[in-house]
């Protein structure tokens, strides 16, 4: 864990005196929390399913039944300095790349509101990337067990360090918010999809969202780009940049060093109440090994009472090869032609890493008490042929393309 | 005598037809009768209950008061205003509490300390009873 992950505890620190041995009036603080109990079952033995890419494990090959990829806790305190001037420190505890679930900061940031519809903040903000990003966690905001994976998983941060400022304009009876983000984050991910474990660094990262709300519809917008560097990744390169130009041209291409990403997302949703329905797509280019990969999903449900079913088909592809013909074999030295056709191996494998496949999945809310609500889950994920999937520990038998049945059960509170 | 009971009758009727005939008490959102807000449409009602606009159309700072969960009169605005079960509102104000973009509306106690809330402070919006209107506060919109 790094240094910069760990900084917002200070605040969390800094702000428990000012508030808890204040003279009247004391600042008002406000406690909040949200969580999850969920287990899933996946019908795949030889390989598990990993929801996101920083989780270690999950149900499948590790466990029959995986409390990983859905139960987390989080807890909250907003302190109100001035009418202006507010604080947020979120504290999140969920399984983390090294399979436990010691607790981070999520987000710790100082808001001034400038106007009650302009505000800045600036310390450990959300990455709106995605229309539920920011309460991608709390799944009592949402409908499902989870986000549908293959759009969520395209982007898996949620966090940023930086500052953010957001404008909300009303145009008649409809409000439009303009938020734009800059900032970095560092973030540690497990070797369980394949790649070696390391920390992905994002740097220089600027984002914008225009969300325009009419009634009961909402329109958005989103784009954002960064320099992204995976240390982890730099032997592969060192190796291949020994066999000169051809060599050379391959890092050039691949390498994760530095390299401007770019995301886009456009979404939509309608909620009357009785029923709703949305739809995201988005796309991540990454212009090296971690290729570019494009996703949507449309989902909609129906409620009856404090029951809600519901349905999703959600669909992630690569829009970039998944294979690449590498180092030129012919000609080379026998001493060094193992080492080539090893580097070529590596490589072809790592871009097959990007993932193809579609779910379909159906299942039902049920608003059993005020504040929490029991959700089960079906879903069927397909796997393109020859891709491996959003899976990860993969098992010697593991066959690529295959189908998996999801089964999953979740718990959400709020308090 | 005959003709006195008729007119009992009539009476007893008239009475109870208007007992069953009125209707249930309504709720109606209000404002203080010091406020320069005078009417409100049930959408933008619901935008200002449901964190997305703090101001009133006139421009000027809306800050909205709750009744308590669990009571009759809150779930019937919140059906009749926004169209939203409790479970909907409350998933509406919990992604707002996460992402840190707001703070669900103070919560009175009933009726009666909405009116003293509304008298104490000219920004703020409760909904009560139509049958606990008095002339400290203004209707501003009926669902």
């Given amino acids: 864990m790094s240094l910069a992950r760990n900084w917002g505890g200070l605040v969390l620190v800094a702000l428990a005196p000012a508030w808890a041995f204040a003279q009247e009036p004391p600042p008002p603080v406000t406690f909040s929390a949200y969580g999850t109990l969920g287990l899933i079952h996946s019908s795949e033995h030889n390989a598990d399913y990993l929801v996101d890419a920083f989780q270690s494990n999950g149900a499948g090959r590790t466990h029959e039944w995986s409390g990983a990829a859905d139960t987390r806790l989080g807890l909250q305190l907003t302190a109100t300095f001035t009418p202006r001037v507010s604080a947020v420190v979120q504290v999140l505890s969920q399984q983390n790349f090294e399979g436990s679930y010691r607790p981070i900061v999520e987000w710790a940031n ?5 106007t009650p519809d302009f505000s800045v903040r600036a310390g450990r903000v959300v990455l709106p990337i995605f229309m539920v990003t920011d309460t ?18 395209l982007v898996p941060l949620t966090s940023n360090d930086g500052v953010d400022a957001s404008f909300r304009a009303r145009i008649g009876e409809a409000t439009n918010t ?32 225009d969300a325009f709300e009419w009634n009961n519809a909402v329109l958005r917008f989103s784009y954002g780009t960064a320099k992204l560097t995976i240390d982890a990744q730099e032997p592969l390169f060192a190796a291949f940049r020994q066999f000169g130009p051809p060599g050379t041209a391959i890092s050039d291409r691949y390498s994760v060093n530095d390299r401007r990403v770019t995301f886009v997302g456009i979404g939509a949703s309608y909620d009357p109440g009785p029923w709703f329905a ?38 992630i592809k690569a829009d970039s090869a998944t294979s690449d013909p590498g180092l030129p074999l012919a000609g080379l030295p026998p001493q060094v032609l193992p ?25 039902v809310r049920w608003d059993f008490a005020r504040s929490a609500a029991l959700k089960v889950q079906y879903d069927r994920v397909e796997v393109a042929p020859g891709s491996l999937g959003m899976f990860g520990n993969f098992g010697p038998d593991y066959q690529p393309g295959g189908r998996a049945n999801l089964f999953s059960v979740a718990v959400d509170f709020v308090y | ?12 009727c008239g009475i109870a037809g208007a007992a069953l005939g009125a209707p249930p008490d309504e709720v109606v959102a209000v404002v203080s009768a010091k406020s320069s807000v005078t009417a409100l449409t049930a959408s933008e009602v619901a935008d200002i209950f ?45 992604k707002l509490i996460f992402t840190g973009r707001g703070l669900p509306p103070v919560q009175a106690a009933d009726a009666a300390q909405v009116k003293k809330m ?13 049958s606990h209107v008095d002339a400290g506060v203004r209707v501003v919109g009926r669902p």
């Fill in chain 1, 110 to 114: 100082v808001k001034y509101e400038i």
């Fill in chain 1, 136 to 153: 991608r966690r709390v799944g009592y905001a949402n409908p499902w067990v989870r986000p549908p994976a293959e759009l969520y998983s």
């Fill in chain 1, 178 to 209: 303009i938020q734009a983000t800059a900032g970095r984050s560092d973030s540690d991910f497990p070797n369980s999809g394949g790649f070696n474990a390391g920390t992905a660094k994002v740097r220089d990262l600027t984002a914008i969202v």
């Fill in chain 1, 278 to 315: 949305m739809t995201e797509w988005a796309r991540f280019d990454t212009h090296s090994l971690l290729g570019t990969k494009s996703a949507w999903y449309v989902s909609g449900g129906y409620r009856i009472g404090k029951v809600t079913p519901y349905a999703t088909y959600a669909r």
């Fill in chain 1, 339 to 363: 080492t080539a056709v090893f580097l070529n191996t590596v490589l072809n494998q790592q871009l097959n890493l990007l993932p193809q496949q579609h779910t379909v999945s159906v299942g």
């Fill in chain 2, 1 to 12: 005598m005959r003709f006195r009971l008729l007119i009992g009758l009539v009476l007893a």
């Fill in chain 2, 50 to 94: 449901l964190g997305k606009s703090s101001r009133f159309p006139d421009g000027t700072q809306a800050t909205p008061i709750d009744q308590p969960e669990e009571s009759a009169v809150r779930d019937r605005f919140y059906s009749r205003y926004t169209g939203k079960s409790p479970a909907q509102v409350k998933a509406i104000w919990s």
């Fill in chain 2, 118 to 130: 509304l008298a104490a402070n000219p920004a703020a919006i409760g909904y009560i009873d139509s």
